[in-house]
């Protein structure tokens, strides 16, 4: 009996998709990564997952572990030979239970991340972990990403929501790490070591989740300023003044809003005078004095960030300001920004870098870059948009945005690479949010110490020693490292 067979006593045989079906699981959403594999497994528990990593690991069969499927960086690439099962946990979707007092969820990791923030809006609480593709990423792949998203600046990584988690390691056993304390000493940190491994090291099949109070009131609003140095001056204002309650801040330059607008035709600029430098924020007031409306109806923290740019406007810190007064405005304002992948293919695909550096560096970031990238190649266009509150750039050059054109592979890796001297000469790191995957395994070679990738590499065949789980990923190969 083959290993398909066997697996499929498992699951059941409708549990093993094979042909036409597997098309969903075997292309990337850029459609730049798309593989061949041996089958698409969809096992209903973390029992079903480690007898079926125990039959791979013995026949030395190569594992591909897959969420929703959203990720940006070819982390789930299953390569050309079919020989490769890719791991769905599509079917372990259960919210196994939620307690509002404890402020925590326990979820099996085929959740989908909006089906979370639904389930626990009914106790008033939110899991503060939102970006574009939180519709259909799984909180598996959330938790082996390490993804970030819009509200880092106030809650944290994934890794930073987590209390535990239990895995199924590449040779079958179960780890149970289901850990609900906030202060466990006992040992290494297997949970962060899982986390963030991309599902090389292991397959995440659950995690207890940290809960947070809902905002009392949300104050939404988009402002055009000077200059991008004017950006950090206010945020920490703003922070100040509302006990440290700024949940977004996004930086969207002059590029972006054209883009948006010439992609789009529902998508119109915010200020009547377009804005060199636009900043959407959102602040989420918890305090009762700052949502319960006033006799006129007014909302407190709103009228409080009103007062502020108002005060901004006429020192000349801010040049305009909309203020979101209902929840459709507040979605626009939103929708700006999470169109931001759409918006990047606008005119051919890019060189697109997700990229770090410390938040006092972005604008002499951007400024050394921009120069950089025009005087390598003077037809090329640029296109930004940033999680400004922590330092993370979404960066993006368009090589020839007349024609679509991508470019020569040797153009696009010089302008890569120019990139990446740019952060590191700031101290910054060329892998914000989006992983390794198989996209940055260059930069993984030219740019990580490489003591510490040997350092990886010993964990890797110490916990995988047929090197089964998602190979070719994160960790470059040694060939690499010596070209």
Same mark, same amino acid.
């Given at each position: 009996?083959? #290993? ?12 093993? +998709? ?158 149970? +790490?289901?850990?609900? +304390? ?65 949940? #977004? ?43 319960? %409306? ?24 801010? +040049? ?29 695909? %890019?060189? #697109? ?24 190649? %003077? ?105």
């Amino acid at each position: 009996m083959n #290993a398909i067979e066997n697996i499929e006593k498992i699951v059941g045989i409708e549990n093993v +998709l094979t042909g036409e079906r597997l098309d969903q699981y075997e292309v990337d959403p850029s459609g730049k990564y798309k593989g061949s594999s041996l089958a698409v497994v969809r096992p209903k528990n973390t029992e079903q997952v480690s007898e079926i990593v125990k039959i791979a690991n013995s026949r030395k069969i190569p594992i591909v572990p897959q969420g929703g499927n959203t990720g940006l960086a070819g982390g789930c690439y299953v390569g050309e030979k079919k020989d490769t099962i890719i791991l769905s946990l599509e079917r372990m979707n259960k919210i196994k239970e939620i307690r509002g007092d404890g402020r925590i969820a326990i979820v099996e990791g085929g959740v989908v991340l909006s089906k979370l923030h639904e389930a626990v809006a009914e106790y008033d609480l939110i899991f503060p972990l939102f970006f574009g593709a939180r519709g259909s990423a799984m909180i598996g792949g959330n938790l082996a990403t390490n993804a970030g998203g819009s509200n880092v600046l106030r809650y944290g990584n994934t890794r930073d929501l987590v209390l535990g988690i239990e895995a199924v390691m590449p040779t079958g056993e179960i780890v149970d +790490l289901m850990s609900e +304390l906030h202060k466990d000493n006992s040992g290494y940190n297997l949970k962060h070591l899982l986390i963030g491994a991309e599902g090389t090291l292991g397959i995440i099949t659950a995690a207890v989740l940290k809960l947070f109070p809902k905002p009392k009131a949300y104050a939404t609003a988009t402002i055009s300023i000077p200059s991008l140095k004017d950006s950090l001056p206010i945020l920490n204002e703003l922070n100040k003044a509302t006990n440290n309650c700024v949940e #977004a801040f996004e930086y969207m330059p002059e590029e972006y809003f054209n883009a948006l607008c010439e992609r789009f035709d529902d998508m119109r600029q915010p200020f009547s005078t377009p804005a060199k430098h636009g900043i959407f924020l959102e602040i989420g007031a918890m305090a009762e004095e700052d949502a319960s %409306p006033d006799a006129t109806g007014n909302i407190p923290i709103e009228l409080k960030v009103e007062e502020l740019f108002s005060e901004w406007l006429q020192a000349g810190k801010i +040049l305009d300001a909309v203020i979101c007064k209902s929840e459709s405005q507040r979605s626009e304002m939103w929708d700006r920004r999470e169109r931001a992948y759409e918006v990047g293919l606008l005119k051919g695909v %890019p060189v #697109a870098c997700d990229i770090s550096v410390a938040v006092d560096k972005v604008d002499d970031f951007l400024t050394k870059v921009k120069k950089r990238v025009y005087t390598l190649n %003077p037809s090329s266009e640029t296109l930004t948009v940033s999680h400004l509150g922590d330092g993370n750039l979404h960066f993006s050059v368009w090589m020839n945005p007349e024609t679509k054109e991508m470019g020569s592979l040797h153009d696009r890796e010089q302008i890569t690479e120019m990139i990446e001297e740019t952060v590191l000469e700031l101290g910054g790191s060329f892998s914000a949010e989006h992983g390794i995957g198989l996209a940055k395994l260059p930069s993984m070679s030219r740019r990580k110490d490489p003591n510490a990738i040997a350092v990886m590499r010993m964990i890797k065949s110490a916990l995988d020693p047929n090197h089964i789980m998602n190979p070719g990923k994160v960790i470059p190969d040694e060939n690499l490292l010596k070209t």
